[in-house]
T-cell receptor, first 111, second 115 residues
Framework: QKEVEQDPGPLSVPEGAIVSLNCTYS??????FMWYRQYSRKGPELLMY????GNKEDGRFTAQVDKSSKYISLFIRDSQPSDSATYLC???????????FGKGTLLTVNP | DAGITQSPRHKVTETGTPVTLRCHQT?????MYWYRQDPGHGLRLIHY???????DKGEVSDGYSVSRSKTEDFLLTLESATSSQTSVYFC??????????????FGPGTRLLVL
C-alpha cells in the first residue's frame, strides 16, 4: 500500500460545479497537509495548507483534514475553467521536512 | 512566492554524457530538494539538502549526485545520462520555523530529453 493514495482521474465537470478532490494516507505521524495546483508545463504552486485536523477556507477553496479516518479533501466551489489543472495532495510529519505526494488528479472545468 | 529559478529550462543530450541542472533560490531557505516528475509516478524525490554541504538521498537517487556550496544554489548532476532519466525535473525549497512549516515552494522545472 502506498503511503498516499489519490485518484488520478481525469475528472471533468461543467463550469459552476462543486468539485471534491480526495487523498487517503496510511502514516498516522502526518501532521501537515497541503494541496498544490499544477498547470500544464508549470511547477506546482501551494494552494492550501492545514496543520493537523480541521477545515480551512480560502475564497472558493476549502481544505478538510480528518485524521481519524486518514482522509483529506479539497473542495472547489463555483468551479471555473481557470481551475483546470492537476491537483496534488502532499503531507509531512513533524520535523521530517520531506513531503509525501499523491500522484495528482487531473481536473478539467468545461465552460 | 519563493524566488526559485532553474537552468536550463530545456535540454537535449545524448546517452552517456554528463548533465548538470542548476537551482537558485533567493529566499534564504535552509532546505532544498530535487524531484523528477513522470507520468504515472507523480513527483519523486531524488536528493535533498538540509544545509550547505549537507545532503541526503531520496527515493530515486541512483545515477544522480548533488552539491550545495552556497545556501542559494543546489546542483543536480547526472553522471552519465541514460534514456530512463528523460523527465521533468523540479527544484523546491523550504524553511523551518516559517509561517507554513514544512511547506515547499517549487521552481518552473527543467525538461530533459536523453537521446
Amino acid at each position: 500500500q502506498k503511503e498516499v493514495e489519490q485518484d488520478p482521474g481525469p475528472l471533468s465537470v461543467p463550469e459552476g460545479a462543486i468539485v471534491s478532490l480526495n487523498c487517503t494516507y496510511s502514516n498516522s505521524a502526518f501532521q501537515y497537509f497541503m494541496w498544490y495546483r499544477q498547470y500544464s508545463r508549470k511547477g506546482p504552486e501551494l494552494l492550501m495548507y492545514t496543520y493537523s485536523s480541521g477545515n480551512k477556507e480560502d475564497g472558493r477553496f476549502t481544505a478538510q483534514v480528518d485524521k481519524s479516518s486518514k482522509y483529506i479533501s479539497l473542495f472547489i466551489r463555483d468551479s471555473q475553467p481557470s481551475d483546470s489543472a492537476t491537483y496534488l495532495c502532499a503531507m509531512s510529519a513533524t520535523g521530517d521536512y520531506k513531503l509525501t505526494f499523491g500522484k495528482g488528479t487531473l481536473l478539467t472545468v468545461n465552460p | 512566492d519563493a524566488g526559485i529559478t532553474q537552468s536550463p529550462r530545456h535540454k537535449v543530450t545524448e546517452t552517456g554524457t554528463p548533465v548538470t541542472l542548476r537551482c537558485h533560490q533567493t529566499e534564504n531557505h535552509r532546505y532544498m530538494y530535487w524531484y523528477r516528475q513522470d507520468p504515472g509516478h507523480g513527483l519523486r524525490l531524488i536528493h535533498y539538502s538540509y544545509g550547505v554541504k549537507d545532503t541526503d538521498k531520496g527515493e530515486v537517487s541512483d545515477g544522480y549526485s548533488v552539491s550545495r556550496s552556497k545556501t542559494e544554489d543546489f546542483l543536480l548532476t547526472l553522471e552519465s545520462a541514460t534514456s530512463s532519466q528523460t523527465s521533468v525535473y523540479f527544484c523546491a525549497s523550504g524553511a523551518s520555523g516559517s509561517l507554513y512549516e514544512e511547506t515547499q515552494y517549487f521552481g518552473p522545472g527543467t525538461r530533459l530529453l536523453v537521446l
